[in-house]
């Protein structure tokens, strides 16, 4: 069975403050990814990676960086967090070359 | 990039009732489309997906099709029951192999 979890299911932070939201899979996948999810919006990519030390920008990457260092592990960072980058934040992975995403439970981000 | 555009935004049916759910895509060149059921408070999970090589896949009581032509498809859920209640999202993966979603389909079946 696919487990994908996330460091943090809530986390309060405030603004300027850098913030890590660290993904981690353990079925070997080399895809992962970093959404985030807005009511009205659906969700977004951020950023993903199809390999370790490789990244790409998603759709809505500004104010947002990442890292894999190692396979099973994913990071977003948030250089300098923003009101505006309140939201719940949500990892998935796959099998590369399979089409079907695992979600983690996902981070709501709070940043006041 | 590939723009999808999904409706209703929400969506009230009777228990029993069936419930269509529509998405639309702008990419020619997308090829798989997944549809995800996110349950309060949880991770969302595929339920069904269909190629593009196809043009109807059915699962006991959910199904989507596919036309290509006009670039649209739907989920249609028959028999609906309370523990469908979700949001539902669409997705649609073109040659990048990214997914674009919907913006998510609020489904209440009321008892």
């Known amino acids: 069975d696919v487990k994908v979890t996330q460091s943090s299911r809530y986390l309060v932070k405030r603004t300027g403050e850098k913030v890590f939201l660290e993904c981690v899979q353990d079925m070997d996948h080399e895809n992962m990814f970093w959404y985030r999810q807005d009511p009205g919006l659906g969700l977004r990519l951020i950023y993903f990676?199809?390999?370790?030390?490789?990244?790409e920008k998603g759709d809505i990457p500004e104010g947002y960086s990442v890292s894999r260092e190692k396979k099973e592990r994913f990071s977003l960072i948030l250089e300098s967090a923003s009101t505006n980058q309140t939201s719940m934040y949500l990892c998935?992975?796959?099998?590369?070359?399979?089409?079907?995403?695992?979600f983690g439970p996902g981070t709501r981000l709070t940043v006041t | 990039g590939e723009n999808v555009e999904q409706h209703p935004s929400t969506l009230s049916v009777q228990e029993g009732d069936s419930a269509v759910i529509k998405c639309t895509y702008s990419d020619s060149a997308s090829n798989y489309f997944p549809w995800y059921k996110q349950e309060l408070g949880k991770r969302p999970q595929l339920i069904i997906d269909?190629?593009?090589?196809?043009g109807e896949k059915k699962d006991q009581r959910i199904a989507v099709t596919l036309n290509k032509t006009a670039k649209h498809f739907s989920l249609h859920i028959t028999e609906t029951q309370p523990e469908d209640s979700a949001v539902y999202f669409c997705?649609?993966?073109?040659?990048?192999?990214?997914?674009?979603f919907g913006s998510g389909t609020q489904l209440t079946v009321l008892p």
């Open positions: 269909i190629r593009s090589n196809v």
């Open positions: 990676s199809y390999d370790v030390k490789m990244k």
């Open positions: 998935a992975s796959r099998v590369a070359g399979d089409d079907e995403q695992y």
């Open positions: 997705g649609s993966s073109g040659s990048a192999r990214q997914l674009t």
